[in-house]
């Protein structure tokens, strides 16, 4: 049986959401039987634009998606920072960019799962999973989220951490925080545990009307 092929779409400004992302590629890939790929999504800021933000080159190892490309995959993660609370301009600029896929539903029936980098606790580490579901409802996706499934590691009280029932997170602070030990772990966890649904669901279209 053909490989199930999961993709690990993300877009990082300063380089929190790549470190998930990567974190999140191994969860999936240790999952036998499944072909788990990173790609980027395109940046809209300009380069002086960038400059002044102090962002870090692009990962040149992963490349750009375009939006057909998604048709290929039989489940995705998607990961982005927060902007006031939801998804980046870029990320919505890219699944704004998906009409075509939408107007026939090529992606209903794919599962999908999020995860995401804030700012601080305000700075919507649920609402910006939540503010996603539009999204995947649209184009007829399954939402996946984790639920209470990381165990232990979803009730620590004793250190800053990230992430929700709604996927895997960290808190990027002023910049220089970077993802912790118990927050990489569960951003594997979500890379395999979305990977093991994304392969039971291989092969199973939707019912058509």
């Keep these: 049986m053909a490989a199930t092929k999961l993709y690990i779409v993300y877009y990082s400004l300063h380089g929190h959401v790549e470190i998930m992302a990567r974190e999140v590629h191994r969860g999936a890939n240790s999952v036998n039987g499944v072909e788990a790929t990173l790609w980027q999504i395109p940046e ?30 039989d489940g995705f993660l998607f990961g982005f920072p927060s902007r006031f609370g939801m998804m980046g301009a870029q990320v919505k600029a890219f699944f704004d960019a998906t009409h075509e896929l939408w107007a026939v539903q090529a992606l209903a029936g794919k599962p999908a799962g999020v995860f995401w980098s804030t700012g601080f606790h305000g700075g919507g ?31 620590e009280m004793n250190e800053v951490k990230g992430g929700s029932s709604y996927g895997a997170g960290t808190y990027a602070g002023d910049g220089s925080r970077r993802p912790s030990e118990l927050e990489l772990q569960q951003a594997f966890y979500q890379g395999k545990y979305v990977a093991e649904i994304a392969k039971k669901l291989k092969g199973k279209p939707p019912l058509a009307v």
């Design 125 to 155: 580490q649920e609402n910006a999973a939540l503010t996603t579901i539009t999204q995947l409802a649209h184009h007829g996706m399954i939402y996946v989220p984790l639920g209470y499934t990381f165990g232990s590691g979803m009730f």
């Design 44 to 73: 809209t800021f300009s380069d002086e634009v960038l400059r002044k933000m102090k962002a870090p080159p692009k990962a040149n190892d992963v490349k750009e998606i375009r939006p057909e490309q998604l048709t290929e995959a």
